[in-house]
């Protein structure tokens, strides 16, 4: 057990206050305060309790740190300059155009793995990381500081629900109770047992300390590391501001940078807080270093068997494809929401349950821990009703802005669900999706064309979205039959064609009708397939527009705005 100089802790501590302010006041924005009021709990976290290698922030076996309060974003920020990752000077390009140091943290930095600042997004996010440990068979653990204002997002109980679920011991949070907010008081100000009492009730191992005490900090990280079988909750006790006489457990501070006589001001204050010269502690390094290798070969991934004129539902053909995906790469993972036998995810569940993560009724906590998954290696899989993947919208938003690894599917789609009524049908979810940048968006009619795509999907880095039927559909493809992400199938085409009938997913199969109609009138028309909606082939468009006249109707499944209609218009527009 190596001695800790609690002296030198704090020194850390202080400089840690010092840069928060200097780093806010040079770019005259940012939340020094609440920077200040968690300067102990992070000292003590990346000082003596976490296991990291400052030179290789990604070692996929270093405990993992989330700044769940994203705004406090320049102190973790110092935390890593005083590491050593970069040098203490880049600390005064916070929030400049061309630095990375932006006011919330993304995955653009290397020490960063989910975007947050979308307040009870990283707690979730948390989830995930803390589940991979046990992907990977590593005893790395993840922290979380958590702002207190921070826990009237309903998100959070939902992870507090996931964490005691799924026993991750491995799992501490701790909450900065500094008992502002930004317009007033939090809900429980000081009152640490209220708060604790809440996070008992989920089932949490709770302690109450002193957040500024920092033995009081390192005996619950010890407490911590000892608890078994359900996650573990800090609740520390702080003053936003802390350090600085005349800003100190203040109201009315909050987003608000220190003017330069005010910041020289406070960092006299804090310098002359400095107990003497003490030597740095030295930094926990993981005990395993590399990197899990994992290159499974995709050519073993077996071809659709299905017969021409099948009807198979592409809900189904995506969980075959899904289950049949695991074998062959241990990265994939599967994140369901109480709905896997409907969405066929059950599948996956069947032949791989150590990698199937059932969250029930809890569509943010389940796509926001797909993020801390996808953030620590693995390629998670995460499905529902597509019309409540609109209850995570902010979560996918999110996940755009952290480069996210993650594939989503959402079933039962469209009018086609019929009976159940409207409350059931997603008629806005391609536009949600094809509104996050560098995502593909898919739409299959087939059980071939799904099954190709989520082998597609997996291959592809980034961000997928794919859209499945509840409705059985024929097979109209050979098992033979490629699609590559971004293209599109003509399905029907002659010289004399009128006008070209853009389609995908059920409405392809009303396009074929139409066809068939109109050609035992004499009337030619094209029939394209456009299965990939975002990015949309928009060559094959265009020549077919050309061809027939510049007429071009599409067969929407979903609202106008942000359809099918909108992918086709801008993909011919430019032409």
Known sequence: ???????????????????????TTASASGHPTTCLSAAEIVTTLFFSEMRFDPQDPQNPYSDRFVLSKGHAAPILYAAWAEAGLFPRSELMNLRQIGSDLEGHPTPRLSFVDVATGSLGQGICAAIGTAL????????????????????????????????????????????????LGQSQGTQFGHDTQAIADRWTAFGWHAIRVDGHDIQQLLDAYDEARRTTGRPTVIIARTLKGKGV????????????????????????????????????????????????????????????????????????????????LG????????????????????????????????????????????????????????????????RAADFIRMAGISM??????????????????????????????????????????????????????????GMAYMRTSRPKTPVIYGNDERFPIGGSKVLRQSDNDVATVVAAGVTVFEALKAHDQLKAEGISIRVIDCYSVQPVDAQTMVEAAKATGGIVITVEDHYPAGGIGDAVAEAIAPA
């Open 1 to 23: 057990m190596k001695t800790i100089s609690i002296p030198a802790l704090q020194n850390i501590a202080t400089q840690l206050r010092i840069d928060s302010i200097l780093s």
């Open 132 to 179: 991979n440990a046990r992907r990977i068979g590593s005893d790395y653990r993840t922290y979380v500081l958590l702002g207190d204002g921070e826990m009237a997002e309903g998100s959070v109980w939902e992870a507090a629900s996931a964490g005691l679920h799924f026993k991750l011991d491995n799992l501490c949070v701790i909450v900065d109770v500094n008992a």
């Open 245 to 324: 006489s005349f800003i100190e457990g203040k109201d009315g501070w909050h987003g608000k940078a220190l003017k330069k006589e005010e910041a020289d001001k406070a960092v006299a204050e804090l310098e002359a807080q400095k107990q003497g010269d003490e030597p740095r502690p030295e930094i926990r390094k993981p005990s395993v270093s590399g990197r899990p290798q994992a290159t499974p070969d995709y050519s073993k991934m077996p071809a659709p068997a299905y017969k021409i004129g099948d009807s198979v539902a592409t809900r189904e053909a995506w969980g075959t494809a899904l289950a049949a």
């Open 327 to 390: 074998a062959i790469d241990p990265r994939v993972v599967a994140l369901d929401a109480d709905v896997k036998n409907s969405t066929f995810s059950e599948r996956f569940e069947k032949a791989h349950p150590d990698r199937f993560y059932e969250f029930f009724i809890a569509e943010q906590v389940m796509v926001g821990a797909a993020m801390g998954l996808a953030a620590r290696g693995a390629i998670p899989f995460p499905s529902t009703f597509a019309c409540f993947l609109t």
């Open 404 to 461: 996210s690894n993650m594939k989503l599917a959402g079933s039962h789609a469209g009018v086609s669900i019929g009976e159940d009524g409207p409350s059931q049908m997603a008629l806005e979810d391609l536009a949600m999706m094809r509104g996050v940048p560098n995502c593909a968006v898919l739409y299959p009619c087939d059980a071939v064309s799904a099954e190709r795509l989520v082998v597609e999907m997996a291959q592809r880095p």
